[in-house]
Antibody
Framework: QVQLQESGPGLVNPSETLSLTCTVS????????WSWIRQPPRKGLEWIGY???????EYNPSLRSRVTISSDTSRNQFSLELSSVTAADTAMYYC????????WGQGTMVTVSP | EIVMTQTPLSLSVTPGQPASISCKSS???????????LYWYLQKPGQPPQLLIY???NRFSGVPDRFSGSGSGTDFTLKISRVEAEDAGVYYC?????????FGQGTKVEIK
């Protein structure tokens, strides 16, 4: 069964760029789609975007100007970058398999604070 | 953008009793390919969401058959035939027919 593990800084300064990586095991990212979703504390889920096996990306319009999802097939990883962060970007960030998420990682909490 | 509205927002259920959650979308979720891309997730406390149902009524791998999904167009329902203690958590619907994907606000299920 595929497993996903998010990694990255837990604290990011306002106005800087949030960078997270999702390491995939048990499957190759050269197949299918791979997603990022976030969840602010005590709130619901927000779809961020996905990347396909060919590198095609789709982003939530609410974040499109600030978000980039990329992949590194040699490391079987895909990544999220979110620029110009504010406190509103404080959330648990999840990576998941599929354009419509099926298997999810455990998530990584990112706090935006000076 | 599509708005997904779940009711109720919270539910308290006795073990062994049925439970039902409604999810309504602001537009039809029927895709031109004939499929309806409506999903149900359960987020147990302290855990990531887990996929229960895909494309309205298909149970994901390993999901018990006490969970069932139904509906069409804009109205969808998740039913639990006999609630168990392990079913506690927040249930979310999500649409993937229209861009961008959108989740409902969640329904918290408490087991009495």
């Amino acid at each position: 069964q595929v497993q996903l593990q998010e990694s990255g800084p837990g604290l990011v300064n306002p106005s800087e760029t949030l960078s997270l990586t999702c390491t995939v095991s048990g499957d190759s990212i050269t197949y299918y789609y791979w997603s990022w979703i976030r969840q602010p504390p005590r709130k619901g889920l927000e779809w961020i975007g996905y990347i396909s096996s060919t590198g095609y990306t789709e982003y939530n319009p609410s974040l499109r100007s600030r978000v980039t999802i990329s992949s590194d097939t040699s490391r079987n990883q895909f990544s999220l970058e979110l620029s110009s962060v504010t406190a509103a970007d404080t959330a648990m960030y999840y990576c998941a398999t599929g354009a419509s998420p099926s298997y999810w990682g455990q998530g990584t909490m990112v706090t935006v604070s000076p | 953008e599509i708005v997904m509205t779940q009711t109720p927002l919270s539910l308290s259920v006795t073990p062994g009793q049925p439970a039902s959650i409604s999810c309504k979308s602001s537009q039809s979720l029927l895709q031109s390919d004939g499929k309806t891309y409506l999903y149900w997730y359960l987020q147990k406390p302290g855990q990531p969401p887990q996929l229960l149902i895909y494309e309205v009524s298909n149970r994901f791998s390993g999901v018990p058959d006490r969970f069932s999904g139904s509906g069409s167009g804009t109205d969808f329902t998740l039913k639990i035939s006999r609630v168990e203690a392990e079913d506690a958590g927040v249930y979310y619907c999500m649409q993937a027919t229209h861009f961008p994907r959108a989740f409902g606000q969640g329904t918290k299920v408490e087991i009495k």
